[in-house]
């Protein structure tokens, strides 16, 4: 069964609305990790408008599973990734004016800018992946330019309001892990999972990972981030 990394951006958000000390993503971490999460996930935006520079630092010093840094590829990215030494790093597409992410990263449009900044990185001893649209061009240059692995957009798998609709996003999911597996990238999905939409994601063999947040998050605020993150492990497990 795929494990799950819990990102805890919006647990940033609700602080930075405020300016405060709280609530403390870090604190949020280590209370995921304990209620059975196999990783934790930021965002570190070039905006800064949730996840801080001091966020990372500190959960790299206290993170027993594993710290994925979701991030850009601009030097100053690669820079503080190379300072701060998570265990992955994903570099995923950023636009200033978006709500949240939008869409996968073009990957097979700055196939050398990547390959580039993907070398820095793994020679600073970072396993990388490419967050991409469960596109066959998007997957093959992922490998191209060599991520370790790739985490499968699941964004209109889990818009799509159609039961047909929603069969031929999961498809496509479950066509491309299968094509990732196949040319030796490790496969990871993620993006608008939720309680609900999760259980058939859960179950595609070849996914590894899935990286969930804001429904934690929502679901956190009403009964704890522990007992948020024990249903969704539990609903990944039934699928």
Same mark, same amino acid.
């Given at each position: 069964?795929?494990?799950?990394?819990?990102?805890?951006?919006?647990?940033?958000?609700?602080?930075?609305?405020?300016?405060?000390?709280?609530?403390?993503?870090?604190?949020?971490?280590?209370?995921?990790?304990?209620?059975?999460?196999?990783?934790?996930?930021?965002?570190?935006?070039?905006?800064?408008?949730?996840?801080?520079?001091?966020?990372?630092?500190?959960?790299?010093?206290?993170?027993?599973?594993?710290?994925?840094?979701?991030?850009?590829?601009?030097?100053?990215?690669?820079?503080?990734?190379?300072?701060?030494?998570?265990?992955?790093?994903?570099?995923?597409?950023?636009?200033?004016? /978006?709500?949240? %992410?939008?869409?996968?990263?073009? @990957?097979? =449009?700055?196939? &050398?800018?990547?390959? #580039?900044?993907?070398?820095? $990185?793994?020679?600073?001893?970072?396993?990388?992946?490419?967050?991409?649209?469960?596109?066959?061009?998007?997957?093959?240059?992922?490998?191209?330019?060599?991520?370790?692995?790739? /985490?499968?957009? %699941?964004?209109?798998?889990?818009? @799509?309001? =159609?039961?047909? &609709?929603?069969?031929? #996003?999961?498809?496509?999911? $479950?066509?491309?892990?299968?094509?990732?597996?196949?040319?030796?990238?490790?496969?990871?999905?993620?993006?608008?999972?939720?309680?609900?939409?999760?259980?058939?994601?859960?179950?595609?063999?070849?996914?590894?990972?899935?990286?969930?947040?804001?429904?934690?998050?929502?679901?956190?605020?009403?009964?704890?981030?522990?007992?948020?993150?024990?249903?969704?492990?539990?609903?990944?497990?039934?699928?």
């Amino acid at each position: 069964m795929a494990v799950l990394s819990v990102n805890v951006d919006h647990i940033a958000t609700i602080r930075q609305a405020r300016r405060a000390q709280e609530p403390d993503p870090v604190v949020a971490a280590a209370l995921a990790e304990l209620a059975g999460a196999s990783g934790i996930t930021v965002h570190l935006r070039e905006d800064r408008r949730h996840i801080q520079d001091r966020d990372v630092r500190l959960l790299r010093e206290m993170v027993k599973t594993r710290l994925n840094l979701e991030m850009a590829s601009t030097d100053e990215m690669v820079k503080i990734a190379l300072s701060v030494k998570p265990d992955q790093v994903t570099l995923v597409p950023e636009r200033r004016e /978006e709500l949240t %992410t939008e869409g996968g990263l073009g @990957v097979d =449009g700055k196939k &050398e800018t990547l390959k #580039e900044v993907v070398s820095v $990185l793994k020679e600073g001893g970072i396993a990388v992946n490419l967050f991409v649209d469960p596109d066959p061009v998007q997957i093959k240059a992922s490998h191209w330019v060599g991520a370790h692995g790739v /985490e499968i957009h %699941t964004g209109r798998y889990a818009e @799509v309001k =159609g039961s047909d &609709e929603q069969a031929a #996003e999961l498809e496509r999911i $479950l066509s491309m892990a299968k094509l990732a597996k196949r040319l030796g990238l490790n496969v990871n999905a993620g993006h608008g999972l939720d309680y609900r939409n999760v259980r058939k994601v859960a179950a595609i063999p070849e996914v590894e990972e899935l990286s969930i947040g804001f429904s934690i998050v929502a679901r956190a605020a009403l009964v704890g981030m522990e007992q948020a993150v024990e249903e969704m492990l539990a609903a990944m497990k039934a699928g």
